[in-house]
């Protein structure tokens, strides 16, 4: 029986001169056969070849985060895992260019911690609900509003608010930041519903305050009427982990009553609750790994669970999601090959940005 392991470690590639686009295709065939349809892998296969070829006559490396779809996945990225994983590959590797598989904070990621080497992002927006639902200038506002209070960033934001931070956190370790703060009160942004199930699993309080600005005096009272909280929070939410309901979870388990159910903590609390398991994307393949549950559920971005499922073939993946990330959507096998090609899209930070996000993003590695 195989395993699925889950890992940021390279694949060993294969020589170059044992490589065809027949080989590419047959192991693409054998990964991903009544995952991805043959057609489909035919012609996929093609661009992997050009790709891989490519990337090593010109020293790349090309990270990959969970998210992406399977062909691409399985065919030319040297690391997959989550944010925190692929940062740390990022801050180290001495390839160039470094090609970016994710969303653009992902790649901006990279060029903080990297600065010397060019990182390509194979699209051309591949936004973020989620990053885009805050401002560099709402972080500030909030740090006149409460001055002192120290501010946790998620790791899903760009780098002029990772700017703004205090610290960094991934899903991952976002509740071991926040208790490493010698503070009463954290600002913890932007997600509504990771600091929600922050908030719960570190038995802290949470308020979400109106953007109406609040007096010295009114803030006085507030204190003094024993209205104090321990995170204040933001309603930025994923576009994909919100579509998740306590319904969802019912119906699959009137269908499949001993199915393990797995969510991403940027699902809401209910959902969280209604789980059998909540973490990272790297954690949740992890805990398929080491299960021996009958059946399993990601509720996450689905090529998520698409991916396991070709890595663990003895594994039963339920392929009952639909909900794919558009942005995440947007990285193709296509775009890939121009990036390298063409050395585009290349992701540049503003120096003065650069260093004051990497002060924050240092500070979350440091923790793990």
Known sequence: MSSFRHTTQPTKPMSLSSVTIESTRADLNARLHGIVPDSEIALKAELAYKINQLKTELGAVILGHNYMEPALFHSVCDYKGDSLELSRVAATTECDPIVFCGVRF????????NPDRAVLLPARRAGCSLAESITASDVRHLKDRYPGIPVVVYINTYADVKAEADICCTSSNAARVV????SDQVIFLPDEYLAQNVAKETGKSIVFPSAKPISNRARAAAADNGLHYDLIGWTGRCEVHEKFTVEDISSIRSQFPDVLVLAHPECS????DAADFSGSTSAMARHVNESEAPQYLLLTECSMGDNIAAEAPEKDMLRLCSVRC????????????LALTENREQIEVPEDIRVRARHAIDRMLEIG
């Open 106 to 113: 992902m790649a901006e990621t990279a060029k903080i911690l």
């Open 179 to 182: 208790e490493s703060l010698d």
């Open 269 to 272: 609390p209910a959902v969280v």
């Open 326 to 337: 558009p942005h995440m959507n947007e990285i193709t096998l296509d775009h890939v090959l």
